[in-house]
């Protein structure tokens, strides 16, 4: 059907229904719509039907009970949301601690273990092995000092080294000390000084100190003298049994023999050796201590029960064209875990030798271990010592 025959029906059927309300029969006639309205909303019906005839496009009449039509669905794509980039905490930047200038730490005890007895009155070498864990370079303008406790005659101040000694790198630090006349235990705390007079020691803080501790002794033995008696019978010769004995410098063991390198030290027995004093000897033990400043060689035996009277005895000294040559020759003994420093002779090149003569007979029945040690008396030089047929006779 046209549009146009709709708008025609739809007209007339206005028309019939307001005569209709106004003829009905026996009733008085009520008008209950304007008619100046009910045309309005026919024209504009009209117009909408027109308008959408127009277009070309149906009109929906909507009324209380037509549903609601159904809108085609859209293909508009909702935009992608880029995920935010996940955090990675950041750990805190650890800050470094700065390294003291000046600060050792203690690394060994090269001689004289604490609690070590040494007969009163005793001269004796306290060797300490430290590093240089600062950051600043050990000169010679450096010193060791005494810091508190018991000095034992020991200098309040002496050169800490001859060479430089970076960060990171030990030194061997020496020290001569006398046991105190009067028996007992005795401690001395030791530090450093730096070239502006500062002094520091051990530790994270470089406020400790390093020490030595010695236990001061009775002398059990006479002091040895100088003259040699007849041997009548011996009960122990150290150059043949030197094989047996374990020999080591200030941090390594060394082989008994002559070996091609003898900076570490050197441990041999030897023959026909001519001495400083112009004297050739058949039988003698050569103890090179190691080639450093304060270097060292020890040798420690096998056990030995002393008779009788026993004597130690022996002549020590430097072979010939010795120079500068310079060392202490110590007789020790160990027994039950401390060592006990007999006595030492310094022995510079000076053309004699010295003899030695121990009376034992205060250690009569006892079972020990004796040890031979010779160390350089400060810089290495011409230190070729050796002892003349070292024995123990009765």
């Given at each position: 059907?046209?549009?146009?025959?709709?708008?025609?029906?739809?007209?007339?059927?206005?028309?019939?229904?307001?005569?209709?309300?106004?003829?009905?029969?026996?009733?008085?006639?009520?008008?209950?719509?304007?008619?100046?309205?009910?045309?309005?909303?026919?024209?504009?019906t009209v117009s909408?039907?027109?308008?959408?005839?127009?277009?070309?496009?149906?009109?929906?009449?909507?009324?209380?009970?037509?549903?609601?039509?159904?809108?085609?669905?859209?293909?508009?794509?909702?935009?992608?949301?880029?995920?935010?980039?996940?955090?990675?905490?950041?750990?805190?930047?650890?800050?470094?601690?700065?390294?003291?200038?000046?600060?050792?730490?203690?690394?060994?005890?090269?001689?004289?273990?604490?609690?070590?007895?040494?007969?009163?009155?005793?001269?004796?070498?306290?060797?300490?092995?430290l590093r240089n864990?600062?950051?600043?370079?050990w000169t010679s303008?450096?010193?060791?000092?005494?810091?508190?406790?018991?000095?034992?005659?020991?200098?309040?101040?002496?050169?800490?080294?001859?060479?430089?000694?970076?960060?990171?790198?030990?030194?061997?630090?020496?020290?001569?000390?006398?046991?105190?006349?009067?028996?007992?235990?005795?401690?001395?705390?030791?530090?450093?000084?730096?070239?502006?007079?500062?002094?520091?020691?051990?530790?994270?803080?470089?406020?400790?100190?390093?020490?030595?501790?010695?236990?001061?002794?009775?002398?059990?033995?006479?002091?040895?003298?100088?003259?040699?008696?007849?041997?009548?019978?011996?009960?122990?010769?150290?150059?043949?049994?030197?094989?047996?004995?374990?020999?080591?410098?200030?941090?390594?063991?060394?082989?008994?023999?002559?070996?091609?390198?003898?900076?570490?030290?050197?441990?041999?027995?030897?023959?026909?050796?001519?001495?400083?004093?112009?004297?050739?000897?058949?039988?003698?033990?050569?103890?090179?201590?190691?080639?450093?400043?304060?270097?060292?060689?020890?040798?420690?035996?096998?056990?030995?029960?002393?008779?009788?009277?026993?004597?130690?005895?022996?002549?020590?000294?430097?072979?010939?064209?010795?120079?500068?040559?310079?060392?202490?020759?110590?007789?020790?003994?160990?027994?039950?875990?401390?060592?006990?420093?007999?006595?030492?002779?310094?022995?510079?090149?000076?053309?004699?030798?010295?003899?030695?003569?121990?009376?034992?007979?205060?250690?009569?029945?006892?079972?020990?271990?004796?040890?031979?040690?010779?160390?350089?008396?400060?810089?290495?030089?011409?230190?070729?010592?050796?002892?003349?047929?070292?024995?123990?006779?009765?």
């Amino acid at each position: 059907m046209s549009i146009r025959r709709i708008i025609l029906i739809i007209l007339l059927a206005a028309a019939l229904l307001l005569l209709a309300s106004c003829n009905l029969p026996g009733q008085q006639a009520t008008p209950t719509t304007d008619p100046g309205l009910a045309y309005t909303q026919a024209a504009q019906t009209v117009s909408a039907l027109q308008t959408q005839a127009a277009l070309n496009t149906p009109v929906i009449m909507l009324t209380p009970d037509t549903p609601a039509p159904t809108l085609p669905p859209t293909n508009t794509a909702l935009p992608t949301l880029t995920p935010l980039p996940s955090l990675t905490p950041v750990p805190p930047t650890a800050t470094g601690v700065p390294i003291p200038c000046d600060r050792a730490s203690f690394v060994d005890d090269i001689t004289i273990d604490d609690n070590t007895e040494i007969p009163a009155g005793t001269t004796f070498i306290k060797t300490w092995r430290l590093r240089n864990n600062g950051s600043c370079t050990w000169t010679s303008s450096y010193a060791l000092i005494f810091y508190t406790g018991d000095a034992m005659s020991g200098p309040a101040a002496s050169p800490l080294t001859s060479v430089a000694v970076p960060p990171g790198s030990t030194i061997d630090v020496s020290v001569t000390l006398i046991a105190p006349l009067t028996p007992g235990t005795y401690r001395g705390e030791w530090r450093l000084r730096n070239s502006v007079g500062a002094s520091f020691g051990i530790g994270a803080l470089a406020d400790s100190s390093f020490w030595v501790q010695i236990r001061s002794v009775t002398p059990r033995t006479p002091t040895p003298t100088v003259t040699a008696t007849p041997a009548v019978t011996v009960g122990f010769d150290f150059i043949s049994r030197g094989p047996d004995a374990v020999w080591r410098n200030a941090t390594t063991v060394l082989p008994w023999g002559d070996p091609p390198d003898d900076s570490p030290g050197v441990a041999v027995n030897v023959e026909n050796v001519r001495m400083e004093d112009n004297t050739t000897y058949p039988r003698l033990l050569a103890t090179y201590p190691q080639k450093i400043t304060d270097g060292v060689i020890a040798g420690l035996y096998p056990s030995y029960t002393i008779q009788a009277n026993d004597h130690f005895r022996a002549r020590v000294g430097l072979r010939d064209d010795c120079g500068d040559g310079r060392v202490r020759f110590q007789v020790r003994y160990v027994e039950g875990g401390s060592t006990v420093l007999i006595n030492e002779w310094i022995e510079p090149c000076n053309d004699t030798l010295t003899s030695i003569d121990i009376n034992l007979a205060a250690l009569a029945g006892h079972t020990v271990q004796f040890e031979l040690v010779v160390l350089t008396d400060g810089p290495y030089s011409d230190d070729i010592s050796l002892w003349v047929y070292p024995r123990i006779e009765r």
